[in-house]
């Protein structure tokens, strides 16, 4: 009787926690992210002293980039370009001193170019690439033998790697710093620039497993800054500049398609059933979810919120749904390390909304999107506190909205606390969707059920081949004292750590798995 009347206070609160007004956690430390920034240039010396000094306004393309506008500049990787202004931030307009677009002006995005002889413009320099996307990486398609990248080294801040592809596996040695600067491999030679260290294992192994060969090639170009220079604060575009296309799939709230930009640039576009949300309350929530910049974070481009359907804009991800993916013919291609992988990249996304003070209040498989090569980012982060209704200054789920009881955290459902760490517990939950290739969590039982059994402390068993390691990760996300969970900063270094073996040693035990 005691239980069932736990039980029945339990429903009550999972749908009062909705009616209660939730404190704005956006706000404040939302900093502007520098992540797609060029700034990086911890190479002290210039590479050819006898060399004029590059103008300090000219750059180098590190990717290929098509116009997508009339005002603005397509270039190939390799061209030369003469920055005129920076004012529009991270758009720039420029000059091409080199190649197809050659004295043409327009605006290009900043991150798609590096200052001329600067280490970032040079094609082996992948720095804030971390170890496992770096195996990735050289393990792709078109890298050879002897393919190489420098990158920052994850576990000492400061410190660079080497990583080398070696007849099909990847290898990385630390790049060490002696006391005058000068870098090495091995003590028995150093030099003065990164530059020069390549150059000389490029003519000669030397002691490294393999002669540098050609520098690993790139994946693909990082998401721009919005769609254009003039879309990035105005980002409320004109729905005539958007062609639907195929439809890549039905959420709870509307519809999604692939569509085109402009007749130039692929996009996701999300279209909301009438009256799902409050269009002021979208486009308050949509400020900061807009200022979110991540990697691992799906990019929220512009929206058309003028009239109904509103269109929420974002990056196109070619797989769909990360449960999708789990559950289709691809899930049967993936292996542990993939697994592991995949959530380790959710986990960093997650990570960088912790540490913005963002919660997403909704992670799941089903809001985590697949690219090529298993990239994974994070979606619909925000979304489920604006597809509320503001009611007498409550917030009430819309009706007929789910609420999903089975990857929300006890002190949610009970409370109506949503935190990072009710987050912490539905990653644990996500975890568990990726290790079963997307089965439901707790199969066979209810909400009703699993609520119950929840708040007496059951928990999922460790599903089939799940490492027990994994298991324990799990377990702690699904802790019932939120502070007992670990943060998705831990998290996201257990599952990029997961692998590390010992390597035999090399040269003064310098190989290493990071
Ligand atoms: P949602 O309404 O967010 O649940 O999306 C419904 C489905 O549309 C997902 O399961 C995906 O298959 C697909 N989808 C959503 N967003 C994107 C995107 N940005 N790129 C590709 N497919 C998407």
């Not at 000492?156 to 990583?163: D, M, P």
């Not at 919005?226 to 500049?241: A, F, H, M, P, Q």
């Not at 081949?465 to 019932?480: Q, V």
């Amino acid at each position: 009787m005691e239980i069932q009347k736990r039980l029945s206070a339990c429903w009550d609160r999972i749908v009062s926690c909705f009616r209660k007004p939730e404190q704005p956690k956006t706000g404040g430390s939302n900093k502007d992210t520098t992540f797609f920034t060029n700034g990086h240039t911890d190479e002290p010396k210039p590479f050819n002293r006898l060399a004029p000094a590059p103008s300090r306004n000219h750059y180098l393309a590190l990717y290929d980039y098509s116009a997508r506008t009339a005002d603005d500049l397509s270039f190939n990787t390799g061209d030369k370009l003469e920055a005129l202004s920076k004012d529009a931030g991270e758009w720039w307009f420029a000059k091409a001193l080199t190649g197809i677009s050659i004295n043409r002006t327009g605006y290009i995005p900043a991150n798609y170019v590096a200052p001329v002889e600067s280490i970032d413009a040079e094609p082996w320099y992948f720095p804030d690439t971390k170890r496992l996307d770096a195996e990735k990486m050289l393990l792709a398609e078109g890298n050879n033998h002897g393919a190489f990248l420098i990158r920052n080294c994850e576990s000492q801040k400061g410190e660079l790697s080497l990583s080398v592809l070696d007849h099909g596996r990847v290898k990385h040695y630390k790049l060490k710093k002696l006391e005058n600067g000068q870098y090495f491999v091995s003590r028995t030679k150093s030099f003065e620039t990164l530059k020069e260290l390549v150059e000389w294992y490029t003519v000669q192994a030397d002691g490294l497993c393999v002669r540098l060969g050609e520098p690993c090639k790139k994946l693909e170009a990082p998401t721009t800054y919005g769609l254009s220079y003039n879309t990035v604060d105005t980002w409320e575009i004109d729905r005539k500049s958007i062609k639907l296309g195929k439809k890549l799939g039905a959420g709870q709230f509307g519809e999604v398609y692939e569509g085109l930009w402009n007749d130039t640039t692929a996009v996701a576009v999300k279209t909301l059933k009438p009256g799902s949300m409050d269009p002021g309350d979208f486009l308050r929530e949509a400020q900061f979810m807009k200022r979110l910049r991540h990697a691992k974070l799906i990019q929220l481009y512009a929206v058309c919120t003028m009239e109904e359907p509103i269109y929420i804009i974002t990056e196109l991800m070619r797989h769909g749904s990360l449960l999708e993916y789990l559950q289709m013919d691809k899930g049967n291609d993936l292996g542990l390390s993939d697994q592991i992988e995949m959530a380790a990249q959710v986990a960093s996304g997650m990570a960088y909304l912790e540490q913005q003070n963002y919660i997403h209040r909704d992670l799941a498989a089903r809001n985590v999107l697949v690219g090529e090569n298993n990239i994974c980012k994070v979606a619909d982060f925000g979304l489920a506190r604006v597809f509320m209704v503001k009611n007498e200054n409550v917030y009430e789920a819309k009706e007929g909205g789910k609420f999903p009881v089975k990857w929300t955290a006890p002190e949610a459902i009970q409370d109506g606390i949503f935190s990072i760490k009710s987050d912490v517990w539905s990653f644990g939950i996500l975890l568990y969707e990726i290790m079963t290739f997307g089965q439901t969590p707790y199969p066979a039982m209810t909400n009703y059920q699993v609520v119950q059994k929840i708040l007496e402390g059951y928990r999922m068993p460790p599903p089939a081949k799940c490492p027990k390691p994994l298991y324990g990760i799990m377990s702690d996300c699904w802790k019932r004292d939120p502070q007992d969970r670990p943060t998705f900063e831990t998290l996201q270094w257990k599952l990029e750590d997961f692998f590390d073996l010992d390597t035999t040693s090399y040269d003064d035990a310098n190989r290493y798995h990071s």
